[in-house]
């Protein structure tokens, strides 16, 4: 092999070690990047029940702010293996407002999240009479706005009535009630610890939430994730994905990039 041929093939076998190494590293930034804006800053999720309703349906999916209420183990992949915060020492922590929608991990297992609104905060008392809610001894007001209707995941339709809460001038939502004097319309009072949360399903009748104590229960400040801000994707479950024609007429156009409240 000449001087001439050696040097051009070399300089191939670099020009291909070059690409190699440049499209690594440029999946590496990426993946990266991807990691710091899952843990930092928003982090998709979907919505697999339909505790939410009429707030969220099954099939939502939606971006969740991580900045919202600061950053604890839980902000970041894996956190059950790795314990970097605690609930003293959460970065730029913050507590939510009452009536946030959030996602926080499962009490009894921080591999489940739940998507829950923020009801009572730190020395709240708080107690549901005849399926009224009461924050601190105060008649949390709602209207009844008629009857809603929505099919489940087996395409069974369902009805529901549906009232409008606020638990401040600045935030109104709608709540479904399945049926009148459900278990959970006549409670006892709940008094929320420190450095603790009350969270309850907009679906009032049809959701395991921090009414149940031995369940949910009070959820620890650090188990927050993050809060709910858009859903950005939505299509109807009630349809097998097996059924590929069907996938365009699924899509809830009228879901999608709208804002959570």
Do not use: C
Not at 32 to 40: E, F, G, T
Not at 129 to 158: P, S
Not at 174 to 182: K, L, W
């Amino acid at each position: 092999m000449s001087l001439k041929i050696f040097k051009k093939s070399k300089k191939n076998i670099d020009r291909k070690r070059n690409y190699w190494y440049e499209n690594f590293k440029t999946f590496l930034i990426a993946i990266l990047i991807a990691l710091v804006l899952r843990s930092l800053a928003f982090e998709p999720f979907s919505i697999p029940s339909g505790s939410m309703k009429p707030t969220l349906l099954e099939g939502d999916y939606l971006f969740v702010s991580k900045y919202s209420y600061g950053y604890s183990r839980h902000s970041f992949p894996m956190s059950g293996r790795y314990s970097f915060f605690n609930s003293s020492n959460r970065l730029f922590g913050e507590y939510p407002e009452r009536g946030d929608v959030a996602v926080f991990k499962f009490t009894k297992n921080t591999k489940i999240d739940y998507i829950k609104r923020i009801i009572g905060l730190p020395g709240d008392k708080i107690q549901i009479k005849d399926g009224i809610l009461f924050v601190n001894e105060k008649e949390i007001k709602r209207e009844h706005k008629g009857v809603w209707r929505a099919k489940d995941r087996y395409n069974i339709t369902h009805s529901y009535d549906i009232y409008e809460e606020s638990l401040n001038k600045d935030l109104i939502y709608n709540v479904i009630d399945a049926s009148p004097n459900g278990m959970l319309d006549n409670t006892g009072i709940y008094f929320v610890p420190k450095d603790h949360v009350f969270a309850m399903g907009d679906n009032r009748d049809q959701s395991s939430d921090s009414r149940i104590l031995n369940k949910l229960g009070y959820i620890p400040y650090e188990n927050l994730v993050g809060k709910a801000q858009i859903i950005f994707y939505s299509r109807d479950r009630s349809e097998p994905l097996w059924k590929l024609w069907l996938w365009p007429s699924s899509i809830r156009l009228e879901r999608i990039f709208k804002s959570i409240n």
